[in-house]
C-alpha cells in the first residue's frame, strides 16, 4: 500500500488536514503504547492518554509442573526452551529468529525452539532449517489455548522478532507465565512491558546479530533467566 507514490500523497495530505481537525476536536486521545507518540502528536500531548492492551491474567493457569509439561510434550529436562508464537508471515520477521537461533545452537547445542502458529511461510520456513541443517526446530502449526500455554510453561525464553506490530500481546501472554522476554523495537508493547536488562531486551527489527547476542544471554545464565521471568510478572501484574 505504502510503495504507491500516489496513495503515500493522500495518506500525507489527509493527515495535514482532515487528522488534524479530528485531534483538534477531540477531548482526548487515545495511543496503546508510549511508542505511538509521533511529531504530529506532540502539540496535543495535554490530551494524550495511554491505554496499553492488556489480557486477564487470571485467565492464564499453568496446571501442571514444567518437568510434567515437558514429559507431555517430549521435550528433555536439559533442553533450554525458546519460544515464539505468532502467525508464520513476512511481517512476523521469523526467519530472522530462526537464523539467530542456529547460532545459538551451534555454541549451545542443550536448546530448542518452539515455533507455534500458522501461516503461508510454514513450508519455507521449514525448509531453511532443513537446508541449513538447523537442528531442534519445533513447528507446531496452530495449538488450542490450553495446548499453547504448557508450552509457555516449559519455556524459558520468550522472542518476538517482529517487524512491525502495533501492540504484540504474545508478549503479555509470555510475562504472566514467568519469562523472560525479546522483542523488536517495533513491537509497539517493546518499550511499554520490557526493562532492558531486568525482564528480558529490545533489539532493532531483522538484526540477526543483536537477536543472537540477546539470546545467548539470557539462555547460557540459569540466574539471570530465573530473576528475568521473576522480574516478567512483577511488571505484567
Known amino acids: 500500500f505504502f510503495k504507491d507514490p500516489f496513495k503515500r500523497l493522500i495518506i500525507s495530505l489527509y493527515d495535514k488536514t482532515i487528522f488534524q481537525i479530528i485531534l483538534k476536536k477531540a477531548n482526548k486521545i487515545i495511543i496503546l503504547s508510549k511508542s505511538l507518540l509521533s511529531n504530529r502528536l506532540t502539540k496535543f500531548k495535554n490530551k494524550i492518554v495511554i491505554i496499553?492492551?492488556?489480557?486477564n491474567i487470571d485467565s492464564i493457569v499453568l496446571p501442571i509442573s514444567k518437568e510434567e509439561a515437558r514429559r507431555i510434550l517430549g521435550i528433555p529436562n536439559n533442553s533450554k526452551i525458546i519460544l515464539f508464537v505468532g502467525q508464520?508471515?513476512?511481517r512476523k520477521g521469523v526467519k530472522y529468529l530462526?537464523?539467530?537461533y542456529k547460532r545459538v545452537k551451534d555454541e549451545h547445542g542443550d536448546c530448542c525452539l518452539v515455533i507455534i502458529g500458522d501461516g503461508i511461510l510454514k513450508n519455507q520456513l521449514e525448509e531453511i532449517c532443513i537446508k541449513e541443517h538447523i537442528k531442534d526446530v519445533h513447528f507446531t502449526g496452530w495449538l488450542s489455548?490450553?495446548?499453547?500455554?504448557k508450552y509457555y510453561s516449559i519455556a524459558d525464553l520468550f522472542v518476538l522478532p517482529t517487524l512491525k506490530d502495533v501492540w504484540g500481546l504474545v508478549i503479555n501472554e509470555a510475562m504472566c507465565c514467568g519469562l523472560p522476554v525479546i522483542s523488536t523495537k517495533a513491537a509497539g508493547c517493546a518499550v511499554d512491558m520490557i526493562i532492558p536488562g531486568e525482564n528480558g531486551f529490545i533489539v532493532n527489527a531483522a538484526n540477526v546479530e543483536q537477536l543472537y547476542l540477546a539470546m545467548k544471554n539470557i539462555i547460557v545464565d540459569d540466574e539471570l533467566t530465573s530473576e528475568m521471568g521473576a522480574r516478567s510478572?512483577?511488571?505484567i501484574k
Open 52 to 55: 496499553p492492551n492488556a489480557i
Open 88 to 90: 508464520l508471515i513476512e
Open 98 to 100: 530462526i537464523k539467530a
Open 145 to 149: 489455548e490450553g495446548r499453547k500455554i
Open 233 to 235: 510478572l512483577e511488571i
